[in-house]
T-cell receptor, first 112, second 116 residues
Framework: SQKIEQNSEALNIQEGKTATLTCNYTNYSPAYLQWYRQDPGRGPVFLLLIRENEKEKRKERLKVTFDTTLKQSLFHITASQPADSATYLC???????????FGKGTTLSVSS | SAVISQKPSRDICQRGTSLTIQCQVD?????MFWYRQQPGQSLTLIAT?????????ESGFVIDKFPISRPNLTFSTLTVSNMSPEDSSIYLC?????????????FGPGTRLTVL
């Protein structure tokens, strides 16, 4: 079955630095990969989607890479701010393409 | 983007009782999804609800425990039946927007359920 791992449960960085979160997957070749942000007590909010034929995608201070050989996606937040503190989830489409499978998430804390 | 509301936002229930969670979307959508997020865990898909057909349940989830209704394109309910403390979790509904660049999902705020 598909397996998704996010590199660490928690990441602490200083304001202004670049945060890099990792998502690895096994036993599968997804057509696309997504990143979501979840704040405490709220549902996840979609951030970015990257397809298997795309190497990189950017949105403002966010950048996502997708390496289908390594079976890995990197999620970068540049010039991080305390407001970026949240849990970030990666998600893949399942093999049937009918639903999403989520990783456990990485909780990012940006200190000023 | 779709705006999704859920009722109730939270509840505390007794063992053996049932709770029905409502999910309302501000636009018509084909597919609605129900997830469970247990403390410290990621989201686990319970079932997919399409209007006009039976819900499709994921492995480990059964209709008798989690009956779902989908009476129209903007509304769905999930019932957690015969609850036990292990059902304490956040339950989220989501919809998929295929009209945008991909298959991103929009989530409701969740229903926090505590079973005593």
């Amino acid at each position: 079955s598909q397996k998704i791992e996010q590199n660490s449960e928690a990441l602490n960085i200083q304001e202004g630095k670049t945060a890099t979160l990792t998502c690895n997957y096994t036993n599968y070749s997804p057509a696309y990969l997504q990143w979501y942000r979840q704040d405490p007590g709220r549902g996840p909010v979609f951030l970015l989607l990257i397809r298997e034929n795309e190497k990189e995608k950017r949105k403002e201070r966010l950048k996502v890479t997708f390496d289908t050989t390594l079976k890995q996606s990197l999620f970068h937040i540049t010039a991080s701010q305390p407001a970026d503190s949240a849990t970030y989830l990666c998600a893949l489409d399942n093999q049937a393409g009918t639903a999403l499978i989520f990783g456990k998430g990485t909780t990012l804390s940006v200190s000023s | 983007s779709a705006v999704i509301s859920q009722k109730p936002s939270r509840d505390i229930c007794q063992r053996g009782t049932s709770l029905t969670i409502q999910c309302q979307v501000d636009s018509q959508v084909t597919m609605m999804f129900w997830y469970r997020q247990q403390p410290g865990q990621s989201l686990t898909l319970i079932a997919t609800a399409n209007q006009g057909s039976e819900a499709t349940y994921e492995s480990g989830f059964v209709i008798d425990k989690f009956p779902i209704s989908r009476p129209n394109l903007t509304f769905s309910t999930l019932t957690v039946s015969n609850m036990s403390p292990e059902d304490s979790s956040i339950y989220l509904c989501s919809v998929e927007d295929k009209n945008r660049s991909g298959n991103e999902q929009f989530f409701g705020p969740g229903t926090r359920l505590t079973v005593l």
